[in-house]
């Protein structure tokens, strides 16, 4: 986590710097920032799609709430029962107990693993907010002259630049690098 906070920071430096050196040879370039977390959290569209997410993550908590205490039950019934089971009916309910587990694993990679169902529902009820707030933001930044748009909030390190300071063409030239225009 660390690693990753000073790479940012590396790489916040290295822009910056080409920006003041680019500033010396080519006058002031214009750069402003936004906080990305307060236009979020002040977009009524956005609180909405917060509040729908909140409510699917709420149900499938209550679900995984409700198999883990099934699990409990069956866990409570067995550990008072166990000295008097026989080995088969101790199998029995052992092997119960695992699918039991087993279940909310699968149930809560579902809903909240990796490419579970609550980041899915995140891209889908929140990919038109940040499409709005993105172009809204180039709309500012063209109208008003920006070289370039930083957030603040850090989710986002560089949220727009303008195309007359991409050097890539070039870089990739300079190393040799066919490109096709």
Known sequence: MQKKWLDE??????????????????????????????????????????????GYVAQWQGEITKMQNDWQKKFEEYDKKKLIMSDQTKAEFERDLMQLEKRVTEYRNQKF??????????????????????????????????????????????????DKYDLTAKVLEKLHVVTSK
Not at 16 to 22: E, K, R, T, Y
Not at 122 to 139: G, M, N, T
Request: charged fraction near 25%.
């Open 9 to 54: 920071i590396w790489i916040v430096g290295v822009l910056l710097s080409l920006i003041a050196f680019q500033n010396r040879l080519l006058g002031q370039a214009k750069i402003g920032y936004v906080d990305s977390k307060t236009i979020m959290d002040r977009l009524p569209e956005a609180q909405d799609a917060q509040k729908q997410l909140d």
């Open 113 to 162: 693993g990796p490419n579970g169902e609550m980041f899915q529902k995140q891209r889908e009820l929140l990919k038109p907010v940040h499409d709005r707030i993105f172009k809204a933001i180039q709309d500012v930044a063209q109208e008003d002259g920006y070289d370039y748009v930083f957030d603040k909030s850090g989710d986002i390190l560089l949220l727009y630049t303008n």
